[in-house]
């Protein structure tokens, strides 16, 4: 509980956001895992407000094709450029 509640601390100053940064490279994540990863989020709170708002595929159902179909090759772009192709197995494979 109290590390819930206080989940949010020292990020009200620019200092504390350097130290979270900075935390989260000893986490293991370099510059480009970061960068990806808070660019993948913005993206889906994007498409998440524009959901709440209206519905996605009826929204891109209404969109001309030559609309369209450049969207869907661009998302498909991104899953084959920032997929996880690796065959990592099940992690209690081994039990």
Do not use: C
Request: positive net charge; charged residues 15%; hydrophobic residues 50%.
């Amino acid at each position: 509980m109290y590390v819930i509640t206080h989940l949010g601390t020292g990020l009200t100053n620019l200092v504390g956001v350097k130290m979270s940064l900075r935390s989260l490279y000893r986490l293991g994540l370099d510059r480009y895992d970061l960068i990806t990863a808070v660019l993948s989020i913005g993206f889906m709170e994007l498409v998440y407000g524009i959901e709440k708002q209206n519905n996605m595929r009826q929204m891109l159902s209404e969109k001309p094709i030559w609309i369209r179909w450049p969207l869907y090759s661009i998302l498909v772009l991104f899953l084959i450029l920032f997929g996880e192709f690796n065959d990592h197995p099940f992690i209690y494979f081994q039990f």
